[in-house]
T-cell receptor, first 115, second 115 residues
Framework: AQSVTQLDSQVPVFEEAPVELRCNYSSSVSVYLFWYVQYPNQGLQLLLKYLSGSTLVKGINGFEAEFNKSQTSFHLRKPSVHISDTAEYFCAVSDGQGGSEKLVFGKGTKLTVNP | KAGVTQTPRYLIKTRGQQVTLSCSPISGHRSVSWYQQTPGQGLQFLFEYFSETQRNKGNFPGRFSGRQFSNSRSEMNVSTLELGDSALYLC??????????????FGQGTRLTVV
């Protein structure tokens, strides 16, 4: 079964600073990776996904992530954060062999952007 | 177009009781997945329903069950509630059976507190 590790449970940064949220996954033959964001009292929203092709994936709200197969990582980055980026971020992998697949999530990283 | 609607948003139940949560997917979506979110365990997959049939199941006891109706609405039931069942229950809908190419859209969740 697939698993995901988010290395930082909390990341505080100042507004307009760059940020990187780290995610490592368990190796498998094929891997499909996702980043979701959860704002307070909200559900999850898809930021970006990696299925195949270019290892640099661009998502919404200025976020991007890089798939690194040799390091089994899929870190999320943003060059300049805003107060409104304060939220919890979840890395996930799709687990399944055809048929129905489920999302396996990491424990989440709480990003706090301070003025 | 309306998003995923979960009702109720908040619920308080007593140990030993049972509870039913409801999820109305986005119009036209045929798959509904359920996830449990707790501070300790994070986000965990419960089950997925597609065309009124359970297609995938997570590692939860039989007290957790669900069903899907012909209009794709889904209900989740938890019997004999335990304190540890306190969690945010998230529902996600997708056009088709979940696979890596299918985007899941999440509702805001039902916050269940067991006292």
């Amino acid at each position: 079964a697939q698993s995901v590790t988010q290395l930082d449970s909390q990341v505080p940064v100042f507004e307009e600073a760059p940020v990187e949220l780290r995610c490592n996954y368990s190796s498998s033959v094929s891997v499909y990776l996702f980043w979701y964001v959860q704002y307070p009292n909200q559900g999850l929203q898809l930021l970006l996904k990696y299925l195949s092709g270019s290892t640099l994936v661009k998502g919404i709200n200025g976020f991007e992530a890089e798939f690194n197969k040799s390091q089994t990582s899929f870190h999320l980055r943003k060059p300049s954060v805003h107060i409104s980026d304060t939220a919890e971020y979840f890395c996930a992998v799709s687990d399944g062999q055809g048929g129905s697949e489920k999302l396996v999530f990491g424990k989440g990283t709480k990003l706090t952007v301070n003025p | 177009k309306a998003g995923v609607t979960q009702t109720p948003r908040y619920l308080i139940k007593t140990r030993g009781q049972q509870v039913t949560l409801s999820c109305s997917p986005i119009s036209g979506h045929r798959s509904v997945s359920w996830y449990q979110q707790t501070p300790g365990q994070g986000l965990q997959f419960l089950f997925e329903y597609f065309s009124e049939t359970q297609r995938n199941k997570g590692n939860f006891p039989g007290r957790f069950s669900g069903r899907q109706f012909s209009n794709s609405r889904s209900e989740m039931n938890v019997s004999t509630l335990e304190l540890g069942d306190s969690a945010l229950y998230l529902c996600a809908s997708s056009l088709a059976l979940m696979d890596r190419n299918t985007e899941a859209f999440f509702g805001q969740g039902t916050r269940l507190t067991v006292v």
